[in-house]
């Protein structure tokens, strides 16, 4: 991956730099994670009832990121650790159970749905990208390993936006 993110020159971060300080870009990707978070919290308030639970359910994993960076965080700075406790097929267990995926075709086609995952799309593509590019710059294999598995969830999370954009604006043909 070559180039600046979105996400770098928004931060004023340079993940290519050899001076990049890794707990500067864990800070930067936690208040990405928290601002995902916000969105979808406040998308599920906006949406319409059946992406409702979509959008919570997008909300809880943005939490669970957050959560994870910030005990990588602080594991790096008490004892100079990777924690990766992280499993990208948790998100694929949890979506697989989740009834309420099933009725999004009867979601309308509201301006306030479509535009809400197509903005979800996009910032789930560009935290893909920030993660991508920051695994190939930390020099450790842990460190790498934690955020491709975050950059693997990311990738995720953008094909089941996808996937609800697709049913939410499906038009069925009339017969």
């Not at 319409?48 to 965080?73: I, V």
């Not at 995926?101 to 809400?116: H, Q, W």
């Amino acid at each position: 991956m070559t180039g600046t993110t979105d996400i770098e020159a928004e931060f004023k971060v340079d993940l290519s730099s050899p001076d990049f300080d890794v707990i500067k870009g864990i800070e930067v990707a936690m208040t990405i994670e928290e601002r995902g978070r916000k969105f979808y919290s406040e998308a599920s308030r906006k949406v319409s009832a059946p992406l409702q639970p979509f959008m919570k359910f997008m909300a809880e994993q943005e939490r669970e990121h957050y959560n994870d960076l910030f005990d990588l965080k602080a594991s790096l700075s008490a004892m100079n650790l990777w924690a990766n406790k992280i499993d990208p097929m948790e998100v694929a267990k949890s979506v697989a159970g989740l009834q309420a995926f099933r009725n999004v075709r009867a979601a309308k086609k509201m301006t306030g749905d479509i535009e809400s995952l197509l903005k979800a799309m996009n910032m789930e593509k560009q935290t893909r990208e920030f993660y991508e590019k920051f695994a190939a710059s930390v020099k450790s294999a842990e460190g790498k390993a934690f955020f491709r598995a975050l950059a693997d969830w990311e990738k995720r999370h953008y094909e089941m936006v996808s996937g609800m954009y697709n049913a939410a604006s499906y038009v069925r043909p009339e017969t």
